[in-house]
């Protein structure tokens, strides 16, 4: 049945149902989960049944008193109202009749039938619902709603007196935990200080706290836990244990695009994180479990047997286990890089291609040997799970399993499957049972790239197929040469597989700039070839893990083929990478993009359009759509922004003027500052090159990390002070980096760089102390008036004050904290009179927090102080009328003509 020009056509009711669950749950995330609000939806459909059903009777028809037909049981392929409807229009004639209402011209039977009626029109306007599961129609779409938002308010409600969100009302307290290990210890490496480091990472099911020298009390709820090194063979999943450390809320974001660790934590439904000192605070408690689960057993012979025979410093040993078992910790940020540029990232999940291999080979031997299907089904869907869960239920590895369940079970009982209906399936159960992980990056991607395989990869293969038939045609196979027959052949493959490769880049190419900031045009490239040496890497892995156990010497000989697939795919990876224009950085995508970017893929999965009403619908949409884009993008652009950026105890200012492409930069902080946070800000923000890089002092907390910015974020300028530093990373920049590079620019007082003047030094300047021959720079964005003074300590102070104080006055002022002194002396702030000063500060190390009397002393006269400790990076978005100073999460800090509001660490 038609809806105007339009043609609803829901062939797949398990994915409109699982659309409707999930429009629930989003509802419910959205509404801050008042459960009072269900009623709304059932109060807009009944008053839409009863408007329609007034308009379709008329003035004239209400005034019958013949009362309608009582509900009967609806005629085979008949169209009946619901009869939940029809029972409303009798309880609204009763009420009615209740208030005394006889003055009214429309009679009460007037309501009964109108909601009748209009419960009629509304169940013949959706004929599409009828597919959905019973219950039908209207009311069935409002129970899946209810039942997704419902199901996520239960899993985030506070039940329990006992619940860690009650217990603990400090911002964070001494405590020893007791609890239940939900998951074996997660290994994780970085760099700091150009030393490997190795991290345990584990969820603990609490049971019981105790507060210090306290009682234990009964606790309820998940905390995740860090600890530095690697606890021992007894901890694994289910185990019982005692931590002893520092219990507190996680911290959100420190600027605007960096991970947000509350954020995700809260999606797992942890609220808490337990930061230990080491090995040494665990400890196991009573019942605790003498050996390992079977599911840790075999992970752990699974890792002895993938490793036999191959070198272990190797980065390929470790990825061969990282992608045949989910052992992560092989994945360091430095082997990570060249996947993620190259969007192959994702051959390390446990995923449909893994399913399937482990699927095949099983049901490949078990057919040889003449197993029925029937007993096939059955031993295989216990091992896919099996295998599911001892690779720790990752999103992707749930949901190929559950569609290789009901494939199996379709084959083994002779019943055709759909894919998208087993997509929808897969969906439907993880979030039945854990709601939020529809919020989650690994479960929108897995869910994306399978969706679009299956609405966009057939069609362009179809297509391919057709042309080649059509081509073939012309000449009969016959008369070609064998040479050309399978040059056709390989080129018909290296298309299909491109179809392919671009159908799961289409799925996740938003995904991927909403959580990586990357698009990698390489991808499709890298796909086709490296998805191959994949498959035969993980044959190779799956085929030692098979012979381990019985043939040592075959398993062997597997892992050595594993190991030669795993170097090709490290080199294509990088070959990749290292190509021109293969990918950038982008910012995360617009709300406006987002919506059309799911309504195209709306319009594909039900297919609402068909034939040449598709090509008019695309072409009216796209000037709208184009014309709001611009809109969006021209008031994003419309402010300058300048970010004070603390930098584990130095600060960097990012300044994007509008109308410009390329930020300026102020100092990038060490080493460790530039690989957790700077480089993830600018990655975040889409920068890609730097128009300028300003270097104030030769303090290593402040530019030793320029060279690797330089080598990732390449620089058209770089600015240096005059005065000549002794610190050992300024020179081997200013000796080994910059020649041959990049010739920079010495600036003194006077000289002007990008939009910023020099205040000082002066000319010739000769001192010891870094902090005292910094560079002060004041300039002027959109008519605000920056001030920016570093580490300028009160010897360098005074010099300003000496050059007079005509250049000096400015709106806002942002300083660090200097070795020797405090910031700001009382005679250069009153010279100043700023509106709102930031003070860059941090919580590590100790001696990079700002005092409280320092802070106090700063606010007398009723000045606006905000400290990056608290606040995070504080960004001004400035236009012609003024400023606004927000954090991470866009909470507006202070305004122009306003007096400052600082939040509370927690609230980052």
Known sequence: MGIGNFKCQVSHPLLGATCLYAGGVLLAHWSQFQVAWLLVPFLALALT??????????????????????????????????????????????????????????????????????????????????????????????????????????????WSDHDLRRCLTEDAALVQVRGRLVDSPRLTQHVRDEQPQVRSLVELEAAALRLGDGDWTSAEGRVATSTPGELGPNFFAGQVVEVSGVLSRPRGPLAVGLFDYATHLERRGVYFQLQTDGPGDWALAEGAQPTAPLTVQFIRWARRTLSRGLPEDDPATGLVQAMTLG????????????????????????????????????????????????????????????????????????????????????????????????L????????????????????????????????????????????????????PSSRLPRWKLWLAGAWHWLRLTLAT??????GSLLLTAQYFHLFSLGSLLANVLLVPCAGAALASALASLATGAWWPWLSEVFNHGAWFWMHCMLWISKVVADLPSAWCYVPAPSAALWLVYLGAFL????????????????????????MFLYAQYYTQSASSTVTALPLNGGLGIHLKSQGTWN???????????????????????????????????????????APALLHEFPTASVGISTVRFRSAPYRNLIERVLPGWIQPTYLATGDHFEVWEVLHPPDGLQTTRADAGVLVLRGTVRRTTFLFLADLDREGQRRLLEAGPDHLRAEIVITGLPTDGEPLINDLLETVQPSLIVVGDDEWPANRRASTELLDRLRTGGRQVLNTRRTGAVTFRVTDRGWTAVNARGATLAESGEKACEPSASGL
């Open 663 to 705: 930020p300026v930069l102020l100092d990038c902080g060490d080493t460790n500052a530039f690989r957790s946070v700077l480089a993830p800000f600018l990655r975040a923000r889409g920068e890609n090159r730097l128009r300028a890089l300003l270097l104030t002092h030769g303090d290593a907390r402040h530019m030793s990390a």
């Open 603 to 626: 319009v594909a999965a039900f297919r609402v359009v068909e034939g040449g009403k598709l090509k008019w619908l695309l072409a009216s949409s796209t000037v709208p759509t184009l």
């Open 49 to 158: 049944a009863l408007l329609l059903g007034l308009v379709r009777s008329g003035k004239h028809q209400a005034a019958t008193t013949n009362p309608p037909p009582e509900p009967s049981v609806p005629e085979h392929g008949s169209v009946q109202p619901p009869q939940w409807l029809w029972h409303g229009g009798r309880a609204t004639r009763r009420g009615c009749a209740m208030s005394g209402d006889h003055q009214s011209s429309l009679t009460h039977a007037t309501f009964e039938a109108a909601a009748a009626q209009g419960a009629a029109l509304l169940q013949r306007a959706k004929p599409g619902m009828r597919n959905l599961p019973a219950p039908r129609g209207l009311g069935g779409a409002f129970l899946l709603i209810a039942a997704g938002w419902l199901n996520l308010a239960g899993h985030t409600r506070i």
């Open 501 to 506: 490769s671009s159908a799961a880049w289409m």
């Open 327 to 422: 052992w992560n910790t092989a994945l360091t940020d430095e082997i990570e890089e060249p996947f993620m540029k190259s969007g192959t990232m994702h051959v390390f999940a446990i995923s449909g291609q893994h399913i399937a291999l482990l699927a095949g080979i099983v049901l490949s031997v078990l057919r040889v040997v003449r197993i029925p299907r029937g007993a096939c089904g059955t031993l295989l869907i216990p091992l896919l799970w099996f295998y599911t869960a001892a690779t720790g239920w990752q999103a992707s590895a749930v949901r190929a399993t559950v569609m290789m369940t009901l494939v199996l079970g379709g084959w083994s009982l002779r019943r055709p499957s759909d894919l998208l209906n087993s």
């Open 424 to 475: 929808a399936a897969a969906a439907l159960v993880i979030l039945l049972i854990e709601p939020r992980q529809l919020f989650q990056a690994s479960f929108q991607l897995s869910f994306m790239v399978v969706l679009a395989l299956a609405l966009v990869a057939p069609p362009l293969k179809e297509h391919l197929v057709k042309q080649r038939e059509s081509r073939n045609n012309l000449t």
